[in-house]
């Protein structure tokens, strides 16, 4: 894809990636409570493996890579112009395991629809924002998009904070959800930009080590403080944890 719609081209795969997800997630929540959580984890297995039937479809050859696109990941990670989007996605990546992690815990009190709901609503809003968010990038430069994104996603887990009223959660997960989608797009798209031909593969792993790393820093950091604040205490602090990340924005557009 050229280079011009690269944003929409990010938002294609994410596309793909999030459907699965999006129904996926609630589902759990609602077979769990239906059928047991050893069921779930058994049909998640199976599942998984199943992906293994692709392999053969997958092609054998790799595309050669030129001497000045190449570098490693450590050199990428010492490149502060990847490593600034990089940092920005993992604040909202944290946030996200927070949500998934804990959302279902904080709602025992509440019907059961009211986190499958909110759990559909968040990979759903992303899905559909980092669509926006690659044909708007695309157009307008994916670096403007990083404040709203921000913004969204430190918006929607404040709103979460209120476990108790089921229109935030759900409301919350929303704009959370849009937030994130925005940032998966924009923070991609910009550290592509930011390589040589032959670079993609250093900012894949950089970025995706951003997302699994933020993740699962915010469930274990949510873990070890929930006790202490209780659900409504730990969502608000995840929304806080974000704004830092504001900062870097800002120093991302200096020359």
Do not use: K
Request: aromatic fraction near 6%; include cysteine; hydrophobic fraction near 55%.
């Amino acid at each position: 894809m050229p280079t011009e719609r690269r944003g929409e081209g990010l938002a294609l795969v994410g596309i793909v990636g999030g459907i699965p997800g999006t129904l996926a997630l609630p589902a759990g929540v609602w077979a769990a409570a239906q059928w047991g959580y050893e069921s779930v984890f058994v049909t998640t297995a199976v599942v998984t493996l199943l992906a293994l039937l692709s392999l053969p479809g997958l092609p054998r050859t790799a595309p050669a890579i030129t001497g000045e696109g190449h570098q490693s990941v450590l050199a990428g990670l010492r490149n502060a112009v990847l490593v600034r989007p990089a940092t920005i996605f993992a604040a909202s990546a944290g946030a996200a395991g927070v949500l998934v992690t804990f959302l279902p815990l904080a709602t025992t009190d509440r019907p059961a629809w009211v986190a499958a709901a909110a759990l559909l609503a968040q990979p759903a809003a992303s899905t559909v924002a980092r669509w926006a968010a690659g044909r708007l990038g695309d157009r307008y430069g994916s670096g403007r998009l990083l404040v709203p994104g921000l913004v969204l996603a430190a918006a929607g887990m404040a709103a979460i904070a209120f476990t108790g009223t089921p229109s935030l959660v759900i409301g919350g997960a929303l704009v959370f959800g849009a937030g994130f989608g925005v940032l998966q797009n924009a923070t991609l798209a910009l550290m592509y930009a930011r390589v040589p031909a032959g670079g993609e593969g250093p900012v894949s792993a950089i970025w995706n080590a951003a997302y699994d790393l933020g993740m699962a820093a915010g469930a274990l950091c949510a873990g070890l403080v929930v006790t202490s604040i209780g659900y409504p205490g730990t969502f608000l602090l995840a929304a806080v944890v974000i704004l830092p990340a504001l900062a870097l924005v800002r120093r991302d557009r200096r020359p």
